[in-house]
T-cell receptor, first 115, second 116 residues
């Protein structure tokens, strides 16, 4: 049972345009969400997070939006750069539960930004 | 430099031959975890540890063991590896604890394991 889903395996965008990566979750107990970026032959690195008490969090070119009623979050990258080409993982957790620290990941989306 | 290290980075072995993948972090983190990454499945948690001598199963613990005798080290043990354990493994650590449960996890570079 995939509790966190990224339904788009890949996304291709032109440099300078907006990249939008989507993520859906089914577990209503999740209340903390993160995006990780992964380059080949490296471990995932933290990109941005959002708590369920917010609906938007921004950090430079990266913005995460959370729609709790739809159980949906998205990552916007504006403007996209070739160096953003990587696999992006959405992750969710329930820090208030007994399994604090546990992250449930989506399948990942491969983003390719063309020059 | 704050980091999580794993060894070996690549390993090819045969069915049934016990192996250990080491993981070490230098950030004094209490929480450590092991994940495996498989195509189409993302990262799935194998085992985690909230502190020294405190470990528990994640989502896919079958065929794995862990130990946490020191805060910085969290080795993953495959007593009798099988081909379905061929995967990319990541160790992670974070400062999450009971009073500050939401914290980002820092990942090691990964260990690519092939079991023939």
């Amino acid at each position: 049972d995939q509790q966190v889903k990224q339904n788009s395996p890949s996304l291709s965008v032109q440099e300078g345009r907006i990249s939008i990566l989507n993520c859906d979750y089914t577990n209503s107990m999740f209340d903390y969400f993160l995006w990780y970026k992964k380059y080949p032959a490296e471990g995932p690195t933290f990109l941005i997070s959002i708590s369920s008490i917010k609906d938007k969090n921004e950090d430079g070119r990266f913005t995460v939006f959370l729609n709790k009623s739809a159980k949906h979050l998205s990552l916007h990258i504006v403007p996209s750069q070739p160096g953003d080409s990587a696999v992006y993982f959405c992750a969710a957790s329930n820090p208030g539960g007994t399994s604090y620290g546990k992250l449930t990941f989506g399948q990942g989306t491969i983003l390719t930004v063309h020059p | 430099e704050a980091q999580v290290t794993q060894n070996p980075r690549y390993l090819i072995t045969v069915t049934g031959k016990k192996l250990t993948v080491t993981c070490s972090q230098n950030m004094n983190h209490e929480y450590m975890s092991w994940y495996r990454q498989d195509p189409g499945l993302g990262l799935r948690q194998i085992y985690y540890s909230m502190n020294v001598e405190v470990t528990d199963k994640g989502d896919v613990p079958e065929g794995y063991k862990v130990s946490r005798k020191e805060k910085r080290n969290f080795p993953l043990i495959l007593e009798s590896p099988s081909p379905n354990q061929t995967s990319l493994y990541f160790c992670a650590s974070s400062n999450a604890h009971y009073s500050s449960p939401a914290d980002t996890q820092y990942f090691g570079p990964g260990t690519r394991l092939t079991v023939l």
